[in-house]
């Protein structure tokens, strides 16, 4: 067991401590218009994550921009967005996403 007397010196010897990431909310997409039917997706910023074609309106989490591609699940393609918190994509099918979005990419702002 550990004394109070000892953890300064146990803080000392191990100094800093790395904290592990852990993935979090980033962005939902729904599969119907006006954000019904929706699912949420929890990744890293920077992490290329696939969707499910045939998303209809999608939304990020407040804090991040982040963009839909359409070549494939590796975030390469022509790129769409960014989609943020407060620029909501309602209707993706407007922009001719809807059935060819593949995977999506959320950086921090």
């Known amino acids: 067991?550990?004394?109070r007397k000892q953890l300064p010196f146990l803080a000392a010897s191990f100094g800093t401590l790395a904290v592990p990431a852990y993935a979090t909310f980033i962005f939902q997409y729904c599969v119907d218009r006006s954000f019904q039917n929706c699912h949420d997706i929890c990744g890293l910023p920077g992490q290329c994550i696939p969707v499910p074609t045939g998303l209809t309106s999608a939304r990020a989490a407040a804090g991040y921009n982040?963009?839909?591609f359409?070549?494939?699940?590796?975030c390469?393609?022509?790129?769409?967005g960014p989609v943020t918190d407060d620029d909501r994509h309602y209707d993706l099918s407007v922009y001719?996403?809807?059935e060819i979005t593949m995977s999506i990419l959320c950086e921090l702002v």
Not at 70 to 74: F, K, L, M, R, V
């Open 1 to 3: 067991m550990v004394s």
């Open 66 to 68: 982040c963009y839909i």
């Open 70 to 74: 359409n070549e494939n699940t590796a």
């Open 76 to 80: 390469v393609g022509n790129r769409g």
């Open 96 to 98: 001719g996403w809807n």
